[in-house]
């Protein structure tokens, strides 16, 4: 592998990693409401944000609506 591959993957995995770090502060400060109902306190706050990141595309696509049909009640 030479330097260039593994500069873009380690770049790409940066950039996959800054973007579920503000998706997953944006989700916390603004959009748990919509995902749940129950008020959630703020040391639970802290040790759902890891998994916010690492899968921001589905809870972003969540937020927006989508989601299975069995999901949306």
């Known amino acids: ?5 593994a500069e873009s993957i ?4 940066a950039l996959y990693v800054g973007i579920g770090l503000v998706a ?3 989700t916390l400060m ?3 409401g919509r995902l749940t ?4 306190p703020v040391r639970v706050r802290l040790l759902i944000l890891p998994g916010l990141a690492a899968l ?6 969540r937020l927006a609506g989508l989601g299975a049909p069995e999901d949306r009640a």
């Open 30 to 32: 603004f959009g748990l």
């Open 1 to 5: 592998m030479s330097a260039g591959v």
């Open 56 to 61: 921001w595309p589905v809870v972003l696509a």
């Open 24 to 26: 997953g502060l944006g």
């Open 10 to 13: 380690w770049l790409g995995l």
């Open 37 to 40: 109902a129950a008020d959630v």
